[in-house]
Nanobody, 121 residues
Framework: VQLQASGGGLVQAGGSLNLSCVAS????????MAWFRQAPGKEREFVAA??????YYADSVDGRFTISRDNAENTAYLQMNTLRPEDTAVYFC?????????????????WGQGTQVTVSS
């Protein structure tokens, strides 16, 4: 399984970006998908996840970011609105080991290469 993330870039505060993550492999619909991010000098942190049961968000992005998936296209998305400078990080998509989602990076078996998001003030 390979994950290819794209859509990052440089944006001013208050702007928007839409990240995409295309997955290879089969039975995409059977697995949770998530986005994490890692800022310089910080640990990787949970951003959002989607599975059969719903969508889940970190408190810091709830109401501003929206995670979604298109199972027919094997693609997950992260729509990011009202971006803030503190959202600056490398964003990683991940595929879960099962259909259960988690905030723990250890629950995810496959990771994309990361896409840089930079928000200027």
């Amino acid at each position: 399984v390979q994950l290819q993330a794209s859509g990052g870039g440089l944006v001013q505060a208050g702007g928007s970006l839409n990240l995409s993550c295309v997955a290879s492999g089969r039975a995409f619909r059977n697995y949770a998908m998530a986005w994490f991010r890692q800022a310089p000098g910080k640990e990787r942190e949970f951003v959002a996840a989607v599975n059969w049961y719903g969508k889940y968000y970190a408190d810091s992005v709830d109401g501003r970011f929206t995670i979604s998936r298109d199972n027919a296209e094997n693609t997950a998305y992260l729509q990011m609105n009202t971006l803030r400078p503190e959202d600056t990080a490398v964003y990683f998509c991940a595929r879960g080991k099962t259909h259960y989602s988690s905030r723990d990076p250890g629950s995810y078996a496959y990771w994309g290469q990361g896409t840089q998001v930079t928000v200027s003030s």
